[in-house]
């Protein structure tokens, strides 16, 4: 939607809006239809972390893993007080960084984020300096859609934002814009020089699975974090992180988030009441979910039986999610914040999962990265134990340090690698076994980057191995054996490595797994 249109609308709508004393004349003595009673969910689970979190992020996930707390899928950790740069310093530094660059915003019409629509885009955008001006004046000048139940103001937002969400016909039709996923590097962090906690460099650390990501191979919002500018009830939708990941989202400063989350332990449930709510529209658009353009309230999925917790986060607080982990939420006024996807020992487990599951629903969602072009570049020798593995393991289990952490992190790579060189070399098998002649190929750049070659079927990366039909032009995974319906087909074998070389990988790991001597 350009900002010419955009200016139009809110001139027609200009009423349509909320002052903390005002209530809406037109609504004066209705009620709304939800109460705080409504909104009664259990607390995230917190805890408080102080400056020796950021030596070690690592370090803390692994023990909320130890205690059990992926139960929950989300933690907020309160950071020291002393670590939050203030207000208008912050504001102050990020409109130096940014330069005037103009940050597009999506649209997001409260009224309609039940039906599943794609958000429009005002692609003109804002400085921020005019995002600052614009959201402010959308809360000064929205007034309330009906009776005012309680004198906190973020749980009066809840009532109404969930109210006009599920009832969207009863009120006035309430309009905002959400600058989302703007690329730290394209744009700015939000972190000073120095400053404790930058997530920008948390993936380098030697326990993250992506420390060996070189900053041409990173991955925006995945590996690189993304800034995020809110208002008034802009809103993120029901969602999980790519492939299961965790993720860190950093409050930097401005007014509070509300967050809601579902644990990993009823995600199921959630997927099976999305597809039988939204049936219809993912017949005209099957990656609906994917989009994440449809907002639920936590009422309706509470009715359905389905665990719902909440939390409110403010500035200088962290919040983390753990695996598959639905969480949604909205923005109380004008707020900055900065998030990134991270990857310890124990999302490996999470990429068969996801991974399993994108297969499962057609391959609608791509599979970001393929976890094969990390298992020869990651440091395999950063650590030079003496001791065989199980020896190892046993004298750590009582340790939770750093070399623990970092060690576990080892292990369950040698696990994870061995089983995908076995299965590639079996994948390979099958396809020679299955055509009569096929032309084995080797990559002229063993090296070259892992999204070069993206599969005709199921759109995902094929890093170690692809086969090409010469007949049609098209390539695919081996894991799906045939690309196309010629009927004599010329399939040609594409390998990165070849068998030798896999077999040497595979004894390689075998031997530093069983060796006195070392990993």
């Known amino acids: 939607m350009k900002r010419s249109l955009k200016q139009k609308k809110q001139s027609k709508s200009s009423k349509n809006s909320d002052d903390i004393t005002e209530p809406h004349a037109k609504l004066l003595l209705e009620r709304f239809p939800y109460s705080i009673k409504d909104l009664q969910f259990r607390e995230v689970p917190t805890m408080q972390v102080n400056q020796d979190f950021f030596l070690d992020p690592f370090k803390t996930i692994e023990h909320l893993y130890a205690k059990g707390y992926e139960k929950f899928g989300i933690v907020k950790l309160l950071l020291p007080p002393e670590l939050i740069v203030p207000e208008k310093k912050f504001f102050s530094d990020l409109e130096l960084k940014l330069k005037g660059k103009r940050v597009e915003t999506r649209v997001q019409t409260l009224n309609s984020l039940q039906a599943g629509e794609i958000f429009g885009s005002n692609t003109v955008g804002f400085t921020l300096q005019e995002y600052m001006s614009y959201a402010n004046k959308f809360e000064c000048s929205h007034k309330l859609q009906g009776v005012r139940e309680v004198s906190n103001q973020i749980r009066q937002n809840e009532i109404e934002f969930w109210s006009i969400v599920d009832f969207p016909e009863r009120y006035d039709e309430v309009e905002v814009e959400y600058a989302a996923d703007l690329l730290a590097t394209k744009y700015a962090t939000g972190f000073q020089d120095g400053q404790l906690g930058n997530l920008s460099s948390i993936n380098k650390n030697s326990n993250s699975i992506f420390q060996v990501l070189q900053e041409k191979s990173e991955m925006s919002g995945i590996s690189v974090p993304w800034l995020y500018l809110g208002m008034k009830y802009a809103n993120f939708c029901w969602h999980k992180e790519d492939l299961n990941l965790n993720s860190l989202n950093y409050m930097h400063a401005g007014a509070p988030k509300t967050w809601y989350a579902i644990p990993p332990s009823h995600s199921e449930k959630f997927l099976q009441y999305f597809n039988k709510k939204y049936e219809k529209e993912r017949i005209h658009n099957p990656r609906l979910l994917y989009d994440i353009v449809c907002q639920i309230s936590p009422i309706e999925l509470a009715e359905q039986q389905i665990t719902v ?111 995908m060189i076995r299965t590639e070399i079996d994948s390979r098998n099958s396809i020679l076994a299955l055509y009569e002649q096929v032309k084995t190929v080797e990559f002229a750049n063993k090296l070259e980057k892992y999204d070069r070659n993206v599969c005709k079927i199921c759109s995902n990366y094929m890093f170690s191995s692809y086969i090409f039909c010469g007949k049609c032009l098209k390539k695919g995974c081996i894991a799906h054996q045939s690309v196309c319906a010629c009927s004599n087909p010329k399939i040609s074998l594409y390998i990165r490595y070849n068998s030798e070389e896999l077999q040497t990988m595979l004894t390689t790991l075998e031997s530093k797994a069983n060796s006195k001597t070392g990993l």
Not at 348 to 355: T, V
Request: proline residues 5%; glycine residues 6%; neutral net charge.
């Open 309 to 419: 917790i909440r939390t409110e986060q403010h500035p200088g607080e962290l919040i983390i999610t753990l695996g598959a982990t639905y969480h949604a939420g909205f923005s109380h006024g004008f707020n900055c914040s900065e998030a990134v996807n991270i990857a310890p020992s124990q999302w490996l487990d999470e990429y068969d999962r996801a991974s399993a599951e994108y297969r499962m629903d057609g391959n609608l969602k791509k599979v970001i990265f393929d976890l094969n072009c990390l298992r020869l570049v990651f440091p395999w020798n950063g650590y030079q134990p003496r001791l065989p593995l199980w020896q190892i393991k046993s004298s750590l289990l009582n340790n939770h340090g750093s070399r623990y952490v970092y060690l576990c992190l080892l292990f369950q790579l040698y696990d994870k690698f061995k089983m």
